[in-house]
């Protein structure tokens, strides 16, 4: 049945406001507005320059390679629960990325640049949405200093992760990125598999926080496919944005309620019921979460304990998560921040790291 229109009154006129009327505007609604430049305008402000454009495309394509068999190196996706203090961000990356160097004949080494945290209450939100750390928010200066942090790591060399949590935020940083991660807690979410099955780069999808593989298997289905759904062009304005689909996914083992799912038997379950689905039985195990129990030296052990399965014969095994940093542990945010150490989750220190990846 046709439905008739409804006639609005100059509505392009109505809908798009100047930037100066909507730079902060209480709104009758629980909410306030505050204007936020477009991705084109970022983008154009901190621009890809093309050798690191080629360095990206170049670096997700290694990482397809893994996934797909094609290369049996080991991908490792490394480096800090969250990044609060840039210039710390940098030191670990320069010395990972002598790291990476020393052992790339058998691992793909990716950082971990997360910008942003989902929180199962309320907590930090990470660099993208609280740069300040105050609580005020501030997303034009957390996108600013996250696109600038990126192009500085990605100059580097090394091959930069995430986790896509905010669908906008990859609109703005998603062409520095080589790998993507779909939470723990946003995996059954259509809006995350709707997605990433436009995003250009392979995406892991974490088991949920329950443990089950099942919510990452669907996630893996449905990112696979096509999509239409609402968004925003570089420009700025609302679109229906239709998506490719994403066949480049692989499945997280991150453990869940507080048990693990590293072991081989947990694996096996995995890759069969990936298999049974039709889908990429190639799995990367995260030695950190459920699966350390928040514990960060026991991510040592599970790594050891996985890379022997591969080295057993598992070849499912395609890669490993590990949170470190370069001061072990972590620390409550405040006044007197130790360096280089984690206010999110638990890391392992860089001493540790170091000595960790050489003996894989
Ligand atoms: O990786 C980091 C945390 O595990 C995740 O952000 C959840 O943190 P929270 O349970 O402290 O909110
Ligand atoms: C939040 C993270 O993981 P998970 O979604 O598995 O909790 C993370 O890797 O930082």
Same mark, same amino acid.
């Given at each position: 049945m046709n439905m008739p229109l409804i006639a609005? &009154?100059? +509505?392009?006129?109505?809908?798009? #406001?100047s930037d100066a009327e909507h730079?902060?505007?209480?709104? +009758?609604?629980?909410?306030?507005?505050?204007?936020? +430049?477009? +991705?084109? /305008?970022?983008?154009?402000?901190f621009p890809l320059v093309a050798k690191l454009e080629a360095q990206v495309e170049h670096q997700r394509q290694a990482i397809r390679n893994i996934l797909n068999g094609a290369d049996d190196r080991l991908l490792v996706v490394i480096g800090p629960c969250s990044i609060h203090d840039e210039v710390a961000a940098l030191e670990y990356a /320069?010395?990972? #990325? /002598?790291?990476?160097?020393e052992v790339s004949d058998r691992m793909l080494i990716v950082m971990r640049a997360y910008l942003e945290k989902p929180r199962t209450t309320v907590g930090w939100k990470g660099l993208l949405y609280d740069p300040e750390r105050n609580g005020q928010g501030d997303l034009h200066q957390g996108l600013v200093r996250s696109r600038q942090l990126l192009l500085n790591l990605a100059a580097t060399g090394l091959p930069l992760a995430t986790e896509a949590l905010s669908p906008f935020a990859m609109d703005y940083l998603g062409d520095l990125v080589s790998w993507t991660a779909i939470g723990a807690r946003t995996t059954e979410s259509q809006l995350h598999r709707e997605m990433a099955s436009g995003l250009p780069m392979p995406v892991g999808f974490k088991n949920g926080t329950d443990g089950g593989i099942a919510a990452?298997?669907?996630?893996? #289905?449905?990112?696979?496919?096509? %999509? %239409? %759904?609402?968004?925003?062009?570089?420009?700025?304005?609302?679109?229906?944005?239709?998506? &490719?689909g994403n066949a480049d996914t692989h499945l997280v083992l991150r453990?869940?309620?507080g048990i693990t799912n590293y072991d081989s038997h947990s694996i096996a379950r995995a890759t069969h019921a990936l298999q049974q689905a039709g889908l990429n039985p190639a799995v990367m195990v995260d030695c950190s979460h459920d699966n350390a129990c928040k /514990?960060? &030296?026991?991510?040592?052990?599970i790594a050891r304990d996985v890379v022997a399965q591969r080295r057993a014969g598992n070849r499912h095994i395609c890669g490993l998560m590990l949170e470190s940093f370069l001061q072990p542990g972590r620390q409550n945010d405040g006044a007197d921040?130790?360096?280089g150490c984690s206010i999110t989750d638990p890391c392992l220190g860089w001493e540790q790291t170091e000595a960790l990846i050489r003996s894989l």
């Amino acid at each position: 049945m046709n439905m008739p229109l409804i006639a609005v &009154e100059n +509505p392009i006129e109505n809908a798009v #406001k100047s930037d100066a009327e909507h730079a902060v505007k209480i709104t +009758p609604a629980r909410r306030r507005e505050v204007a936020l +430049p477009t +991705p084109d /305008q970022l983008r154009g402000n901190f621009p890809l320059v093309a050798k690191l454009e080629a360095q990206v495309e170049h670096q997700r394509q290694a990482i397809r390679n893994i996934l797909n068999g094609a290369d049996d190196r080991l991908l490792v996706v490394i480096g800090p629960c969250s990044i609060h203090d840039e210039v710390a961000a940098l030191e670990y990356a /320069q010395r990972l #990325k /002598q790291l990476a160097a020393e052992v790339s004949d058998r691992m793909l080494i990716v950082m971990r640049a997360y910008l942003e945290k989902p929180r199962t209450t309320v907590g930090w939100k990470g660099l993208l949405y609280d740069p300040e750390r105050n609580g005020q928010g501030d997303l034009h200066q957390g996108l600013v200093r996250s696109r600038q942090l990126l192009l500085n790591l990605a100059a580097t060399g090394l091959p930069l992760a995430t986790e896509a949590l905010s669908p906008f935020a990859m609109d703005y940083l998603g062409d520095l990125v080589s790998w993507t991660a779909i939470g723990a807690r946003t995996t059954e979410s259509q809006l995350h598999r709707e997605m990433a099955s436009g995003l250009p780069m392979p995406v892991g999808f974490k088991n949920g926080t329950d443990g089950g593989i099942a919510a990452a298997t669907n996630a893996m #289905k449905s990112a696979a496919h096509g %999509h %239409h %759904h609402p968004g925003l062009s570089a420009r700025g304005t609302p679109v229906m944005i239709s998506t &490719e689909g994403n066949a480049d996914t692989h499945l997280v083992l991150r453990g869940g309620r507080g048990i693990t799912n590293y072991d081989s038997h947990s694996i096996a379950r995995a890759t069969h019921a990936l298999q049974q689905a039709g889908l990429n039985p190639a799995v990367m195990v995260d030695c950190s979460h459920d699966n350390a129990c928040k /514990q960060h &030296e026991r991510q040592q052990e599970i790594a050891r304990d996985v890379v022997a399965q591969r080295r057993a014969g598992n070849r499912h095994i395609c890669g490993l998560m590990l949170e470190s940093f370069l001061q072990p542990g972590r620390q409550n945010d405040g006044a007197d921040l130790q360096y280089g150490c984690s206010i999110t989750d638990p890391c392992l220190g860089w001493e540790q790291t170091e000595a960790l990846i050489r003996s894989l």
